[in-house]
T-cell receptor, first 114, second 111 residues
Framework: GEEVAQTPKHLVRGEGQKAKLYCAPI?????VFWYQQVLKNEFKFLIS????????ETGMPKERFSAKCLPNSPCSLEIQATKLEDSAVYFC????????????FGEGSRLTVL | QKEVEQDPGPLSVPEGAIVSLNCTYS??????FMWYRQYSRKGPELLMY????GNKEDGRFTAQVDKSSKYISLFIRDSQPSDSATYLC???????????FGQGTELSVKP
């Protein structure tokens, strides 16, 4: 597609439940990035992929967060046993190339943990 | 100290004013500099993209990069109420990978 598509737009989970978010990058883009934005605060990098391979996972809270980008499927970000502090907007972005490409963002998925 | 510093504002200007938004950074490896605009409850929209030092103009928007001072700017001429949004600077190095964002500046343009 011509834009980064994220689903769902909104997700509400009780504390301890699992949450799974999806992202379809722009067609032809090899790099996918996940960011977390809490309230109006800055963007926190979580993880990036080059095609289906993890490129950089330095921002991922390893205990409960996992992510995948499989061929012919949307990328996913999964949070096991959600906590209140996971409430945020999760943005996905895609880029055509590693070093020089601009990042194009989706509209975000708003996760509310109650 | 954060890698990228940006005054969060809020900044309020009258319609027609020239707006200047700025970021400073500490990592000399940054080579690619971007400005994003984010409306409330929306994703960031890429406004300007520049490589290394220099100026770039697109309509009412001008981006400037001064690598020697580690300072980037975005100028908005003839500002409009529709420019009211949060403006985020972002940058990355030659090795690619993640963008590092500033905190964002909230701009309000009053009619």
């Amino acid at each position: 597609g011509e834009e980064v598509a994220q689903t769902p737009k909104h997700l509400v989970r009780g504390e301890g439940q699992k949450a799974k978010l999806y992202c379809a990058p722009i067609k032809g883009h090899s790099y996918v990035f996940w960011y977390q934005q809490v309230l109006k605060n800055e963007f926190k990098f979580l993880i990036s992929f080059q095609n289906e391979n993890v490129f950089d996972e330095t921002g991922m809270p390893k205990e409960r967060f996992s992510a995948k980008c499989l061929p012919n499927s949307p990328c996913s970000l999964e949070i096991q046993a959600t906590k209140l502090e996971d409430s945020a907007v999760y943005f996905c972005a895609s880029s055509q190339s590693q070093g020089t490409g601009e990042l194009f963002f989706g509209e975000g998925s708003r996760l509310t943990v109650l | 100290q954060k890698e990228v510093e940006q005054d969060p504002g809020p900044l309020s200007v009258p319609e027609g004013a020239i707006v200047s938004l700025n970021c400073t950074y500490s990592n000399s490896a940054f080579q690619y500099f971007m400005w994003y605009r984010q409306y409330s409850r929306k994703g960031p929209e890429l406004l300007m993209y520049t490589y290394s030092s220099g100026n770039k103009e697109d309509g009412r928007f001008t981006a400037q990069v001064d690598k020697s001072s580690k300072y980037i700017s975005l100028f908005i001429r003839d500002s409009q109420p529709s420019d009211s949004a949060t403006y985020l600077c972002a940058m990355r190095g030659n090795q690619g990978g993640k963008l590092i964002f500033g905190q964002g500046t909230e701009l309000s343009v009053k009619p």
